[in-house]
């Protein structure tokens, strides 16, 4: 007999399992807008598909499973869509998996361990967060909010950016900040069947910085822009050839110069990349062509570039 998860009423929306709710108790207590099940896919081949949350703040569709054991067609749909919502530039979304319950640890993104919910220490936005590791024993992340929208804070009392990264600085936690701290703890412990009140779960009203009224205002006229009907099937379509061009065009004013700047450019591409990889792209005079040969030639369904992925004497041949 399959076991089926239980249905949860919380927030106005009826969630097909205790596990999609614990997740919008979660953005709720760290204030994070968000639709459930806002629209539909057509994946051809693949099948329809619906993904779970539509976050609009932060440009971000979201799958919720409770682990990583999924079947063929799950597996295939998932990483379909993947591929297509981050290679569309006209949508500038992006997707992620999340599986388990809301906890401090790293988050998979379409089978890849890349991200972790951080609170950036420079524009205050909470939203998953690529870990660069340790400098001096304080955390360096990705925010693609400061790096996408004009930097007008590099440096304040929580941190600093530096080649790309925001550090935070002694007393300040990006990935163990109290309030994500919070979020995790009520959103593991609501029990819904006693009928707690949605409105606690809220997050503390504060008065938002001068960044944050910039973000909304931005993304207020995004989703003027964006505007679709709730549930309308859309279908994606996935051109190869112009995405080598528009790859060609970004890389123009691209800069590689050090291991930092690789793991960047292969992360806004879409793609995670091992160590060995990185040390292997380093030793290559020729860096960044070297990266885009790769990008251009990688196979349809990889998301982590390992040493295998990088055709050296292909890439040679090419410039001659």
Not at 75 to 104: Q, T, W
Not at 174 to 180: A, G, Q
Not at 182 to 211: C, D, L, M
Request: charged share 30%; proline share 3%; aromatic share 12%.
């Amino acid at each position: 007999m399959d076991l089926k998860p239980i249905e949860t009423q919380y927030n106005g929306y009826k969630f097909r399992s205790r596990l999609e709710a614990r997740w919008a108790v979660f953005f709720d207590t760290v204030g994070i807008n968000y639709e459930y099940e806002k629209e539909g896919f057509d994946l051809g081949e693949a099948g329809w598909y619906l993904p779970d949350f539509w976050l609009p703040d932060l440009h971000r569709w979201i799958e919720i499973k409770s682990s990583d054991k999924l079947s063929k067609e799950e597996s295939i749909k998932l990483l379909k869509f993947h591929k297509l919502i981050n290679h569309d530039a006209e949508r500038d979304e992006s997707f992620c998996v999340l599986m388990g319950e809301p906890y401090h640890k790293k988050y998979k993104v379409c089978y890849r361990v890349v991200d972790a919910w951080g609170v950036c220490p420079l524009c205050g936005r909470t939203d998953l967060m690529i870990d660069h590791g340790i400098c001096d024993t304080n955390a360096m992340a990705y925010c693609v909010w400061c790096d996408i929208i004009e930097r007008n804070v590099t440096d304040n009392e929580n941190g600093y950016f530096h080649k790309g990264v925001v550090v935070e600085k002694h007393g300040y936690s990006i990935f163990k900040n109290n309030k994500l701290l919070k979020a995790y703890n009520t959103a593991r412990s609501a029990r819904f069947e006693h009928g707690e009140n949605p409105a606690k779960f809220k997050s503390e009203i504060r008065n938002p910085t001068v960044k944050e009224k910039t973000m909304s205002i931005f993304v207020d006229e995004y989703n003027k822009a964006k505007v679709k009907p709730v549930c309308t099937p859309v279908v994606i379509k996935y051109d190869l050839e112009k995405e080598k061009a528009e790859r060609k065009e970004r890389f123009k004013n691209c800069e590689v110069k050090g291991e930092i700047d690789i793991v960047r450019v292969i992360t806004e591409e879409g793609y995670q990349i091992s160590q060995t990889a990185v040390n292997q792209i380093l030793s290559n005079e020729n860096k960044k062509e070297l990266i885009e040969y790769v990008l251009d030639n990688i196979d349809f369904g990889v998301f982590v570039i390992e040493c295998e992925h990088i055709d050296v004497d292909g890439f040679n041949k090419s410039l001659n």
